[in-house]
């Protein structure tokens, strides 16, 4: 089961969700409480999921991000949680950026997780910190009491052109 956060223009979930539910066939599309963001359930292993929607001629979606593992938005969890999951993908030298983008008010700081997970991993795992360009990026999507964690190559993060 892959699961895939999707962000639209806001107003525009009806549309993209019907989009969704076509180029994957197979899957469950839900909204989130915020306006733009869509969760999808669908049972395509993650690869298909990602290169069927890159293929697919959309209008109403900004961008698509797999995310691969769901956990309580707790500081503490979180981090050991995403630290675990760089320690088995990210390698000595590798780059690496952290981002976390925080909806609700579950946790104080989306930049402050950045910074420490950032330093953490730099540190433990000897790995650079690349903002522009990384090999990997530890992605957090803080979504009210769920944070949403994946570890993945920026090839597999597709960005599309919305139609207005």
């Known amino acids: 089961m892959t699961t895939l956060l999707v962000t639209v223009p806001g107003g525009r979930e009806g549309d993209a969700a019907l989009e969704l539910e076509w180029a994957l066939g197979d899957a469950r599309v839900r909204?989130?409480?915020w306006r733009g963001v869509l969760i999808v359930k669908t049972r395509l292993k993650k690869d298909e999921a990602l290169e069927?929607?890159?293929?697919?001629d959309t209008t109403a979606i900004?961008?698509?991000?797999?995310?691969?593992?769901?956990?309580r938005s707790k500081k503490e969890i979180i981090m050991e949680e995403a630290f675990e999951m760089a320690?088995?993908?990210?390698?000595?030298?590798?780059?690496?950026?952290?981002?976390?983008k925080r909806r609700g008010n579950w946790i104080?700081?989306?930049?402050?997780?950045?910074?420490?997970?950032?330093?953490?991993?730099?540190?433990?795992?000897?790995?650079?910190?690349?903002?522009?360009?990384?090999?990997?990026?530890?992605?957090?999507e803080v979504l009210g009491k769920k944070t949403g964690?994946?570890?993945?190559?920026p090839e597999e993060i597709v960005k599309k052109r919305v139609e207005f």
Do not use: H, M, Q
């Open 87 to 100: 320690k088995e993908r990210i390698k000595e030298a590798e780059s690496f950026a952290v981002r976390c």
């Open 108 to 140: 104080s700081s989306g930049k402050e997780i950045e910074i420490e997970l950032g330093a953490k991993i730099k540190e433990s795992l000897k790995a650079r910190v690349d903002l522009t360009n990384p090999d990997w990026y530890v992605w957090i």
């Open 52 to 56: 069927r929607i890159k293929e697919f």
């Open 31 to 33: 909204r989130a409480k």
């Open 62 to 71: 900004f961008k698509v991000l797999p995310l691969e593992k769901l956990v």
């Open 149 to 153: 964690l994946s570890v993945i190559k």
